[in-house]
C-alpha cells in the first residue's frame, strides 16, 4: 500500500484496523513503511466538516491499536499526539459546564471512550518507558524516554488536565470514558505525577477555593478525583469498579499522606473497598486487595481516625473483628523476635489472594497479579511476612513452582522449547518467585522453610537461571539473593546445588553487554537491540555447566540465542554480594573463574550507577579479610586513581560502598593498612573523610568515620601529619554523630573519640568542640552545661536522665566508659 497522501477513509482505516490488531510487528512495520500515516491521522480526530462520527471512531480505533505497541512509541510521540488526543479530548466536553451537573458531552460516548482509551493506552506506554513497568522487569523499553518525559510533563500541566479529568463525572454518557480515564491515573508512578492530579479541580470550584471557604462549609478530603473514583465503586459494572480500585492504590500508594482521609471522610468507602475483595469477580477481588494492600503498608504513625474508621468493617466469618489498619505495621513488635497478633483485614487480604492463585481454573495473569499483591504486602516487613506464612503462603507459592513445566539446564532442546511458552505462563513463573523472594527476605526461619521444603525447590529455582526469559533469571536470582543472607543454607543447600557456581556464570554472560547498547537502559532484551553475549564473533549460548559447544547431535536444531539484560545483571551481583562475603565457602571461585576484571569493569563504570555500586559491594566483600595478594591484584585491576574518584561519586549509594571497600583494604593486618595508606595517600584519605562527613548521609558518613579508625595510627605517622583532630567542620559533625538517633552512627563517631584518645590525639580540641560534654551526658553524668529537654526528646535510641541523655546501646555504652576514663586522665 502506498503512503497516504490525502487522509485515509473509512474502508482504508477499518483495512488497516484489521491488518494491525493483536500484531506488534504489523503495527511497527506499518508505521515503518507509511511515515504519512500518523500525520493524516491525526487530524480526522479532532471535530471538522470532513470527518464524520464513524470516521471519527475509526480513527481512534487505529489509533488506540497503535498505542498498545511500546516499539511505536517513538513514532507516536513525534507526530504529536499526546497533544492531538488532548485537543480531541477538550473539544468533546461541554464549554463551561460543571462536571458534577453530568452534562452531556458534545461527541459520541462510543468515540468519547475511544479517544480516552487510547490516550490512557499512550500514558502507559510512557510510564512504562521512563519506569518500567509495574509489575516484573517485562520488555525493556528506553527508547523514547526522552520524548515521553516531555509528553508526560505536558500531560500534567492544568489546562491538559482540563480536558480529561471531568470525564470522571457521573454523567451516564461519560461513564465508559471515565473508566479509561481512571486506568489512566493508575498507570502513574511517582509522587510527582500524581500530586497535579490529586490536587485538580474543576473550573467553579477552582474559583470558590480562591476565595476561600467558609468554616461551615463541606470540605471534600482527598480532592475531587479521589472523591468521583470512590463514586465510581458504588456502582455495578465491573470494569469500572477494577479501573477505579486501581487508580485508588496507585494514589495511596504515592502518597501516604492519602491514607488518613480513608478512615475520616471515606471511611464507608474503605468498607466499600472490603466488600469487593469478596466480591464474585475474582478480577474486582484481585483489584480490591491492592487498594487494602496500599492502606495496610501505610499505615499511621499513632493510633488515629484511620484505625478507628476501619476498626469497625465488620467480621471476617468467624475471624474476628479487623481491628485496626495498622496492626501489621513496621517496627510494632513489641521485643526482638516478637511477632504482633495479626489484623483481620490483614488475614482477609491474605486469604483472598492465597485463593486466586491457588485456583487453577483462573487465568494465569490474573493469577501473577495475585502474587504481586502478596509481594507489596509482605515485601520489607517481617511480621506481616511471618504472619503470611501462618496462613499456608510458602507452601502456596512452593506448590505453584512445582507445577510449572520443568527446566533442563543441560538440554538445549529443552530450553530451546522454553521460547514458545506463552506470556502468561511467563509471568506467572516471574510473579511466583519473585513473591516467594519477598516473602523469605525478612526472616531467617522463613528461609530456612523454604530450604527444607520437600520435595525440594532448589533445583527447580536453581534452573530457572537458565530461562531465556529474562523476567524468569531475575526472579530466580531474587530468591538466590534472598537464601543466601543465612550463612547456613549458603553454605549447605546453595553450596550443594551449585547454584553459586551458575550466579557468577549469569554475572559474566550477562555482563558480556557494551555500555551503548543498553546498559544504560532497563535492557537490552528483544529484536534489533543489543548485542549477543559472548566475546569476539562467536555466541554465548544456553549450555550446562561442561557442556561442549559442539556437542550436538547431527542434524540436531541449533539452540537460540539469549541475550543479556542489566536488570538480571543487577539482580545476578545483588546475589553475588553475598556469595562473595568471607564467611562463603565458594569465596575462591571469583578469581578462579576470572570474574575479577567482570567486575572491575562493573565497578567503574563511567554512566550506570546502579552497576557501580554493585560491582564495588561484591569487591568490597571479597577484599574483607582477604590476604593482601588478593586486595593487590583487584586495585592493580581498578587502579588507585580511579577507586579515589569513586570515593568521591556523585550517586552516595556509590561513595558509600567506596569508602567500606577502604574499611576493608585497610582491616586484618598492620601491613595492610600501611599499604592502603601508602597507596592512596594520607592527604586524600583525610580529604576523602572530610567531604565524607560534609555529605550529612549517615550511611556515607558511618563509613568515612570507620576508615579513620582503622587507618588513624598510620595516617599520624606521614610527614606532615594530618591534623583531622583539629578540624573544627570535622568536630562539629563528629558531635553531631555521637547524637544520631541511628545507633550504627552513634558507635562510629565514639570509636573515632576513643581512637583519637588512645593515640593521644586532640583532647583539648574534643573538649572545646564539646565531644567531653557530650560523651559525659551519654554515659549519665551530671553536666551543668548539657542539652536542653526539647533537644533530648529529639534523639532516638537515647535514654533521658538527670546529667543528659544515657546511652542505650550497650555496644556504645562500653566504650563510652573507656573514652570517659581518658578524659578522666588528664
Not at 550463612?487 to 558480556?512: C, F, K, Q, W
Not at 532497563?522 to 569476539?536: K, N, Q, T, Y
Not at 570535622?730 to 550504627?744: E, G, R, V, Y
Request: charged share 20%; proline share 7%; glycine share 8%.
Amino acid at each position: 500500500m502506498p503512503p497516504p497522501t490525502t487522509p485515509p477513509d473509512l474502508t482504508t482505516l477499518k483495512s488497516l484496523r484489521n491488518q494491525i490488531i493483536g500484531s506488534p510487528s504489523s503495527k511497527l512495520l506499518l508505521l515503518r513503511s507509511q511515515p504519512q500515516l500518523l500525520p493524516s491521522l491525526l487530524p480526522l480526530l479532532s471535530p471538522s466538516a470532513s470527518a464524520t462520527p464513524a470516521l471519527r471512531l475509526e480513527a481512534a480505533h487505529v489509533l488506540g491499536s497503535l498505542c498498545r505497541s511500546g516499539d511505536c512509541l517513538s513514532y507516536i510521540l513525534s507526530a504529536g499526539t499526546c497533544e492531538v488526543l488532548l485537543s480531541a479530548l477538550s473539544s468533546s466536553l461541554p464549554i463551561d459546564a460543571d462536571p458534577d451537573a453530568s452534562p452531556p458531552p458534545t461527541a459520541p460516548p462510543a468515540l468519547l471512550r475511544a479517544l480516552a482509551k487510547s490516550l490512557s493506552s499512550l500514558v502507559d506506554l510512557m510510564c512504562t518507558a521512563l519506569h518500567g513497568t509495574q509489575f516484573g522487569i517485562g520488555p525493556p523499553s528506553y527508547r523514547g524516554r526522552a520524548r515521553s518525559a516531555l509528553a508526560l510533563e505536558t500531560l500534567l500541566t492544568l489546562p491538559a488536565l482540563d480536558s480529561f479529568l471531568p470525564l470522571l463525572s457521573p454523567s451516564p454518557a461519560t461513564a465508559a470514558a471515565g473508566t479509561s480515564i481512571a486506568s489512566l491515573i493508575s498507570h502513574l508512578r511517582t509522587q510527582e505525577e500524581t500530586a497535579p492530579v490529586l490536587a485538580w479541580l474543576p473550573e467553579r470550584e477552582r474559583v470558590s477555593a480562591a476565595k476561600g471557604k467558609r468554616g461551615w462549609e463541606k470540605k471534600e478530603e482527598g480532592g475531587w478525583v479521589v472523591g468521583r473514583l470512590c463514586t465510581m465503586l458504588k456502582g455495578g459494572e465491573e470494569k469500572a469498579q477494577i479501573a477505579s480500585l486501581h487508580a485508588l492504590s496507585t494514589l495511596l500508594f504515592t502518597t501516604p499522606t492519602l491514607t488518613p482521609t480513608f478512615g475520616r471522610f471515606h471511611a464507608p468507602v474503605a468498607q466499600r473497598i472490603f466488600d469487593l475483595s469478596r466480591a464474585r469477580s475474582p478480577a474486582v477481588r484481585v483489584a480490591a486487595c491492592f487498594a487494602l494492600t496500599a492502606l495496610l503498608c501505610h499505615r499511621p504513625a499513632r493510633p488515629s481516625s484511620l484505625t478507628l474508621g476501619l476498626g469497625a468493617l465488620g467480621s471476617l466469618g468467624g475471624m474476628g473483628s479487623l481491628g485496626g489498619i495498622g496492626g501489621m505495621g513496621k517496627g510494632q513488635a513489641g521485643g526482638d523476635g516478637e511477632t504482633p497478633p495479626p489484623s483481620g483485614l490483614l488475614l482477609n487480604v491474605l486469604a483472598t489472594l492465597q485463593g486466586v492463585v491457588e485456583d487453577e481454573r483462573e487465568e494465569g495473569e490474573l493469577r501473577a497479579e495475585g502474587c504481586w499483591c502478596l509481594s507489596l504486602l509482605v515485601m520489607d516487613d517481617r511480621p506481616r511476612a511471618v504472619h503470611a506464612s501462618h496462613t499456608g503462603l510458602l507452601r502456596t507459592l512452593c506448590t505453584l513452582l512445582r507445577s510449572f513445566p520443568s527446566i533442563d539446564p543441560l538440554s538445549p532442546s529443552s530450553l530451546d522449547d522454553l521460547w514458545e511458552e506463552p506470556l502468561p505462563l511467563l509471568h506467572l513463573r516471574e510473579a511466583c518467585m519473585t513473591a516467594l523472594a519477598s516473602l523469605t527476605l525478612p526472616d531467617a526461619g522463613l528461609r530456612s522453610q523454604l530450604a527444607e521444603q520437600k520435595p525440594s525447590v532448589l533445583p527447580i529455582i536453581h534452573a530457572s537461571l537458565s530461562h531465556p526469559a529474562p523476567g524468569v533469571r531475575h526472579a530466580a536470582c531474587q530468591v538466590v539473593r534472598a537464601l543466601s543472607r543465612s550463612v547456613a543454607i549458603l553454605r549447605s543447600s546453595l553450596v550443594d546445588e551449585g547454584v553459586a557456581v551458575s550466579v557468577l556464570g549469569l554475572v559474566v554472560r550477562e555482563g558480556r553487554v557494551k555500555e551503548e547498547d543498553g546498559l544504560e537502559g532497563f535492557g537490552i532484551e528483544g529484536e534489533g537491540d543489543g548485542d549477543d553475549l559472548a566475546e569476539g564473533d562467536g555466541d554465548e549460548l544456553m549450555r550446562g555447566e561442561g557442556e561442549e559447544e559442539d556437542g550436538r547431535e547431527e542434524g540436531e536444531k541449533e539452540p537460540r540465542k539469549v541475550k543479556g539484560d542489566r536488570r538480571v545483571l543487577l539482580a545476578a551481583l545483588a546475589a553475588l554480594c553475598n556469595f562473595s562475603a568471607d564467611f562463603s565457602p565458594v569465596q575462591h571461585l571469583l578469581p578462579e573463574q576470572d570474574a575479577l576484571p567482570v567486575l572491575v569493569r562493573f565497578a567503574t563504570s563511567p554512566s550506570d550507577a546502579l552497576l557501580r555500586m554493585n560491582g564495588i559491594w561484591v569487591l568490597k566483600n571479597l577484599v574483607y579479610r582477604a590476604d593482601w595478594n588478593l586486595k593487590k591484584g583487584v586495585m592493580d585491576l581498578m587502579g588507585w586513581a580511579r577507586f579515589v574518584e569513586l570515593c568521591r561519586d556523585e550517586d552516595l549509594r556509590v561513595r558509600e560502598q567506596a569508602l567500606s571497600m577502604v574499611r576493608n583494604l585497610a582491616a586484618s593486618r598492620d601491613a595492610d593498612v600501611a599499604q592502603t595508606v601508602r597507596a592512596m595517600g594520607a592527604g586524600e584519605i583525610v580529604a576523602l573523610v572530610e567531604e565524607a562527613m560534609a555529605t550529612e548521609n549517615d550511611d556515607v558518613m558511618m563509613n568515612a568515620l570507620f576508615v579513620v579508625v582503622n587507618t588513624l595510627p598510620e595516617l599520624y605517622k606521614s610527614s606532615p601529619p594530618p591534623i583531622l583532630h583539629q578540624s573544627p567542620a570535622f568536630l562539629k559533625a563528629l558531635l553531631a554523630c555521637l547524637s544520631s538517633p541511628a545507633q550504627p552512627l552513634r558507635v562510629a563517631a565514639i570509636r573515632v573519640v576513643h581512637a583519637l584518645l588512645q593515640s593521644s590525639l586532640g583532647k583539648q580540641n574534643l573538649r572545646e568542640a564539646g565531644i567531653e560534654r557530650r560523651v559525659r551526658e551519654m554515659e549519665g553524668l551530671r553536666w551543668k552545661s548539657g542539652l536542653t529537654g526539647a533537644g533530648r526528646k529529639s534523639m532516638g535510641g537515647l535514654g533521658e536522665a538527670d546529667g543528659g541523655e544515657v546511652e542505650s546501646s550497650l555496644e556504645v555504652r562500653e566504650i563510652v566508659r573507656k573514652v570517659t576514663a581518658y578524659f578522666e586522665d588528664a
